[in-house]
């Protein structure tokens, strides 16, 4: 998917506690890929993504 089909459909999403993350050379199972792919770190930024989220939400 897209950039701008990803924003589209985040956009489009009804729910207000969103937040949207690129991870620059990902597919889309978060696997390096293409010229992009640089360390081969996608998963693991996925992941941080997703932690940094969930802290903010139960550290309050």
């Known amino acids: 998917m897209w950039p701008n089909q990803q924003r589209a459909n985040f956009d ?8 949207i993350v690129f991870i620059e050379g990902a597919d889309h ?3 390096p890929s293409g010229p992009k792919a640089g360390k081969g770190t996608q998963r693991q930024q996925a992941a941080a993504a997703i ?10």
Do not use: R
């Open 12 to 19: 489009a999403a009804q729910v207000k506690d969103k937040k």
């Open 51 to 60: 932690v940094e989220w969930l802290n903010g939400k139960f550290q309050q």
């Open 29 to 31: 199972g978060y696997l």
